[in-house]
């Protein structure tokens, strides 16, 4: 497109702006307009798409960005059939690391807890609900534990496809974060849920 | 809302307001004694936010439509220097002030300095700015009574108070600011005009600001290019050049003017003045003499074309008003002898303007003309494109001929390319000029300001060299190169991938550059433990189509590599070889210019890293640094623009795929033209994550993200528009999934220059020099690393600012690991001076701007297809 052709913002209809300053433009509507804000989505495959969320659905089907994800899942097709899956090279093992960051990182944070669920809440973000919710009943258990639990549970098979949207992931350092659809599942097929 | 906001909401043209005067100057005399400055406040919601992306225009067009604007800036100080920005530029917040990154990072917010390393004294190209004690600036607010609107009118009637006010001032038709506080806090004047109409002037206080509040430095930075100014120095683009001290180099046509950047800035502890050398180069060469010249060179039917190919995009100088244009187009039908019509109505000839404007005669009465399009709008008004006659126009900059051209370069270096210890006197003949100039003197007494005369020492740190980790070796380098080359030379490669079965194509002409090749690859492979056998040889005819033939047919799926050896750097022939590899039939490539092969001395050492190259375009690795975190993904972007040719933007997405960092996954994205901010980075990071999670089993609990190619002034944007990317793709993951993001913008253009002091003179500080106090900006989490060694000139260190960060790690650390991720791109045995991820983003990027235009076939994203 043109980057000097002009297209409507979405925060207010009464702006139009040139496509190639829409980022700048979106940055500031969006902290004038905190209201909107939280009622607009933003399209997974291009942040400038930003718009209600009953339409959001509609516009990932027709999205003209949205091959870059299509490509993936050709992406993934292709070394899945060729047996290609890249192997980590063996042959060389790095030599043992003579300092450990991590270590000095846990000193400094006092040994706080791993906690799973998180909030959000300390993201600088708003009116966000692109993250998927998890059903209440998984919500229980809090802990690493509650995880091993939840992922034994999806990876049962494709029937439970649709609970596959809450995966549980640990990101603690000492234990390596699994996701549930490694168990040899087709993805999801969901655009938004890729990953 | 006054009559001229009313006005100005509606669109209307200024001149088109001074016919209907009674409504505006009735409204503006309603409001003046409604608002004493307690209550001024009360009088905000009157006028609108403004609408347009950035506001405010050129200072001097806008003139009197300041005044309502003023009104408004009054809330906030970041708005004042909206209308005090000086004149003429583009206007924009070019030092990213404002963008308070750093208390958002709770670890840091106590100390931002790192800690390991061994000192090093330092001096930087920073002077500070020292006041008085108690020192401020008074802010007033200026009314006029009946409206006056012309701005130069408005300055006469004030200033006919000079005795009140005093000599030293800054006005810019409706702020007013002295170096005093005047008796009382609202004064009254009376001046007469020209036509004996009477006028008050209420000068009212609006704000006694501190030496360091941000309106202030706006201030110094006017201050300090009126001085510029003052000393004859002619501002082209941000920066001030000397045209009076020019050097010429006859034997290439050039000229350098030697000029300064600067800017004044509230650094970690003071307020300084950061300058640094810079040189215009011109060419004193004309824009018709250029067209003369290619005339003789290209046939009369492509003559046409050949010019707007070479022209259009260039920046020219006009002397007789040391202006800048961008040549926007060539007008072929019009010529010196056209006329136009002038502001007043009155046709006039280029010729007869040019005489009696500029004094400048015109020979060539069949010359085209040069059309230079105003890149935006003032306010409402469209101004119309500007005419240019190219026998006035002067060309500017370096062709990418001219910098091909090695011996005009070393001449060039000569002048340019400064050492140390030249480029410490350059800095210092700038203050000595300031102190001999007594004009400037007088002005900076005035304001009651002046500069530390001597540079900014204090202490910096060089960190730890790294080892360099190969297969079953570990190796020592010498800091004071950051160069292993001659000690990995013989070492085998952490991963070799075999030759097994690889095509070399060739052309009849290049068969003895192919067998030196090979030759020479057999000699050299054994020793890195790749495994090889004797290539596929192809002999093809010299075109492009024929190369294309020969790849359609040769391509087998076990085909590990193509290797093409080609007659000349030609572009095209290499676009389509690459373009074909690429996209339609994935294979790595490998380009040689046969020339490159033909001396036999060198042969061996660039046979050598023709072989490295081409194992990690297959997918090896080479060497790798000790990475003391684990789960840790680094990932790097960077944006490649072609906006002379109007291509589109690419932007480069690296993301490493294992903990020692010698794998990396690529993505791109194709944007619009010149566009720098990434749309989409979340499917990016998303395919990032998939990809690491089948390499590794698990997901990276740590991301790092440096972010390569950000301007002056996008910070803001990048923080609030790059990151929630992140942060969205991260959350998609999964509701548990919540890794530590770091996001870090490199920038390499940066005016910061450090001198290590050695014995009596000064020298380039060594790689691994890092400095995080003094000339880093106290509201970011900021450090600059010197990664690099130079031969000759001044090394640039690279700016990092931290601008997001959840990791928690030691500022120490996350120096060295940027240290560290220098020593890890793969097409260079040395030190970088960005972080491999970006200079391999870089790369992509640039491959596919350049040759490709379109994302390239994601069965190669997991190698570095692109080096």
Known sequence: ?195 | MTGRARARARGRPPGQEAAIPPVGAASAQKTLPSHPSEQRQSLQPCHPPPLTEEPGGRGRQRGPQDAPKTLGLQISAGFQELSLADRGGRRRDFHDLGVNTRQAIEHVRESKTGSSGAMIKLIANFFRLTSRPQWALYQYHVDYNPEMEARRLRSGLLFQHEDLIGKTHAFDGSILFLPKRLPNKVTEVYSKTRNGEDVRITITLTNELPPTSPTCLQFYNIIFRRLLKMMNFQQIGRNYYNPKDPVSIPNHRLMVWPGFTSSILQYEESIMLCADVSHKILRSETVLDFMYSLYEQVEERRFRDACAKELIGVIVLTKYNNRTYRVDDIDWDANPQCTFRRADGSEISYIDYYKRQYNQDISDLNQPVLISQYRRKRGNVTVGPVVLIPELCYLTGLTEKMRNDFNMMKDLAVHTRLSPEQRQREIGKLVDCMKKDECVQKELRDWGLSFDSSLLSFTGRVVQAEKILQAGNVFDYNPQFADWSRETRVAPLIHAKPLDNWLLIYTRRNYDAANMLLQNLFKVTPSMGIRMNKATMIEVDDRTEAYLRVLQQSITPDTNIVVCILSSTRKDKYDAIKKYLCTDCPIPSQCVVARTLSKPQTALAIVTKIALQMNCKMGGELWSVEIPLKQLMIVGIDCYHDTLSGKQSIAGFVASLNEKMTRWFSRCVVQSRGQEIVDGLKACLQTALREWFKWNKYLPSRIIVYRDGVGDGQLNTLVNYEVPQFLDCLKTVGKDYNPRLTVIVVKKRVSTRFFAQAGGGLKNPPPGTVVDIEVTRPEWYDFFIVSQAVRNGCVAPTHYNVVYDTSKLKPDHVQRLTYKLCHMYYNWSGVIRVPAPCQYAHKLAFLVGQSIHREPNLLLSDRLYYL
Not at chain 1, 145 to 170: C, F, I
């Open chain 1, 1 to 195: 497109m043109d980057p000097e052709a002009l297209v409507q913002c979405p925060y207010d209809k009464a702006h139009q702006i040139r496509v190639s300053r829409l980022p700048y433009h979106l940055v500031k509507c969006q902290r004038n307009n905190p209201q909107v804000a939280r009622s607009l989505e933003v399209c997974p495959f291009n942040a400038r798409h930003r718009m209600p969320r009953s339409e959001l659905q509609r516009h990932i089907a027709c999205c003209p960005d949205q091959r870059l994800l299509f490509n993936s899942q050709e992406l993934s097709l292709c070394t899945g059939d060729q047996a290609k899956q890249p192997k980590v090279p063996v042959a060389w093992q790095a030599p043992p690391c003579q300092e450990d960051w991590e270590a000095e990182v846990d000193e400094l944070e006092e040994a706080a807890p791993f906690i799973l669920n998180t909030t959000v809440s300390d993201l600088p973000l708003e009116g966000d609900s692109s993250a998927l919710v998890a059903p209440p009943n998984w919500r229980q258990g809090v802990g690493p534990a509650a995880a091993a639990v939840t992922t034994g549970h999806l990876a049962k098979g494709p029937d439970k496809q649709e609970q596959n949207r809450s995966r549980k992931v640990v990101a603690q350092p000492s234990s390596p974060a699994v996701c549930a659809w490694v168990a040899g599942a087709p993805l999801p097929p969901p655009a938004h849920l890729l990953i």
